[in-house]
């Protein structure tokens, strides 16, 4: 997707297709001791922390070299301690 900013203005049945097309798989799991849930998001290609470096940032003309990413993000999330 050429501008990502973009995707919080789509909604619905166009927003869950492009999802689609970049998210190969989503898993939770809940981990009791440390009251933590954590999402495995794993995507259909290395765009997790890829890079963009310009050969000369004062002149684009001559092109990017394209830093592969990873294709899995992992998110931490706390339990609310209100919520029991």
């Known amino acids: 997707m050429k ?7 789509i909604k619905g049945k166009a927003r869950a297709d ?3 097309q970049y998210v190969d798989r989503i898993e939770v799991l809940y981990d009791k001791q440390e009251g933590i849930h954590i999402l495995s998001l794993k995507f259909k290609y290395n765009i997790v922390d890829d890079k963009l470096i310009w050969k000369d940032k004062s ?10 990413g990873k294709n899995v993000k992992l998110l931490l999330i706390k339990q609310n301690k209100d919520h029991n």
Do not use: A, C, H, P
């Open 3 to 9: 501008n990502m900013e973009s995707m919080g203005s």
């Open 59 to 68: 002149n684009k003309k001559k092109g990017y070299d394209l830093i592969e």
């Open 18 to 20: 492009i999802i689609k």
